[in-house]
């Protein structure tokens, strides 16, 4: 779906993301949401651009075999303790 360029885009883009808040550089904010909305990044922007998911029938939403996502109470337990 990707091409090499669009790779490109969005890794310069995780990088700006990273020294966003590695090193409080807010001024890349800006540049980082509209980078970002170009590819759908909100539910608002796939709107605005037409895009739909498709969700394969053999994993939808909260069904078992989706492993590899992670609780948010395990995440939410290592932030407290």
Known sequence: ??????????????????????KGRWEFASEVRLRAAKFGATPEDRLRL?????????????????????????RRDRWTS
């Open 1 to 22: 779906m990707l091409s090499e360029p669009d790779w490109d885009f969005l890794l310069d883009t995780a990088l700006m993301h990273h020294t966003m808040w590695a």
């Open 50 to 74: 037409r895009q739909e998911i498709d969700v394969p029938e053999e994993y939808p939403a909260g069904a078992a075999g989706n492993d590899n996502v992670t609780s948010i109470e395990s």
